[in-house]
């Protein structure tokens, strides 16, 4: 008999090896584990939904839940991570889908789905994100007097940041996909997460959090050398609703695929943080 069931703190485990099994990333049992146990304090009733064939686990989908302020008023964000299901229990995996947004009280976010999942998605309620992107491509440009200074050391980081954005970057320090970078020009900051990408083989960054987008559009030049230099990334990727400022330069692309299902939020509202992009590297 097929059940369904939350994944729990005690399940984590069993779910990670069953993902190491049968998702096509070389990844150790370990590797998985870390991405379902957010590092973020967990605030969710659960870690997602498992598909059960007695005690063996033959699906899950993986979920990332975060207690955000927008706009002023508390709002619960869940994210939509990996789903996988054996192929002999596909029938069994809408399920999982199912029971997710069943959770009343939620704001959802699917910030990856696959062309499948995204016509899925649509039947479901799910709009797209509208995320315009631009790539900017990384140069060497020269370090001029007075154009800032850009850091990813971990102390620099964390000094230069207060109240909430503070919080942000202790939440997400432990995350593997994320990258911590602090702007600073004169008394201004700026915090910036990246995460590496692959595109057509070359390797990129995508921008999944800008704190001071005025500040971050000053600093373009300087922003793209560093990650050029200590990030071997030869161009950057951002989302309109991450930062509407378009750098010199920057390419536009086909809007991403991210989706989001919200009775009352608006696309402007929500970023990239507290979900899988963070945890997966």
């Known amino acids: 008999?097929?059940?369904?069931?939350?994944?729990?703190?005690?399940?984590?485990?069993?779910?990670?090896?069953?993902?190491?099994?049968?998702?096509?990333?070389?990844?150790?049992?370990?590797?998985?584990?870390?991405?379902?146990?957010?590092?973020?304090?967990?605030?969710?009733?659960?870690?997602g939904f498992q598909l059960l064939d007695g005690e063996r686990v033959v699906g899950a989908y993986v979920a990332y839940y975060s207690e955000r302020e927008i706009d002023g008023a508390p709002a619960r964000v869940c994210n939509l991570g990996t789903w996988c299901v054996h192929p002999d229990y596909r029938s069994h995996g809408i399920q999982l889908v199912r029971a997710l947004l069943a959770q009343e009280g939620y704001h959802f976010t699917d910030l990856s789905p696959s062309s499948t999942v995204i016509r899925l998605n649509s039947r479901l309620g799910f709009e797209p994100l509208d995320a315009d992107r631009v790539a900017v491509p990384n140069l060497p440009w020269p370090p001029l007097p007075g154009r800032g200074t850009v850091s990813a050391d971990p102390a620099t980081v964390e000094q230069g940041l207060s109240g909430a954005e503070l919080k942000l970057y202790r939440d997400h320090a432990g995350a593997a996909g994320a990258r911590h970078l602090l702007l600073s020009q004169g008394t201004e900051r700026c915090y910036v997460v990246v995460r590496r990408d692959t595109r057509r083989g070359m390797p990129v960054c995508t921008v999944l959090y800008v704190g001071n987008p005025d500040l971050f559009g000053r600093m373009s030049g300087t922003f793209a050398r560093h990650l050029l230099l200590r990030h071997g990334a030869v161009a950057h990727l951002i989302d309109d609703p991450i930062c509407p400022h378009r750098p010199w330069l920057s390419l536009r692309r086909p809007g991403s695929r991210r989706m989001y299902r919200s009775a009352h939020l608006e696309p402007s509202q929500l970023d990239y943080l507290y979900s899988e992009l963070t945890c997966l590297p």
């Open 1 to 47: 008999m097929i059940r369904l069931s939350p994944i729990g703190d005690a399940d984590t485990d069993r779910v990670a090896a069953f993902l190491c099994e049968q998702m096509d990333r070389p990844w150790p049992r370990d590797r998985w584990l870390s991405t379902i146990e957010s590092p973020w304090p967990s605030v969710g009733p659960n870690r």
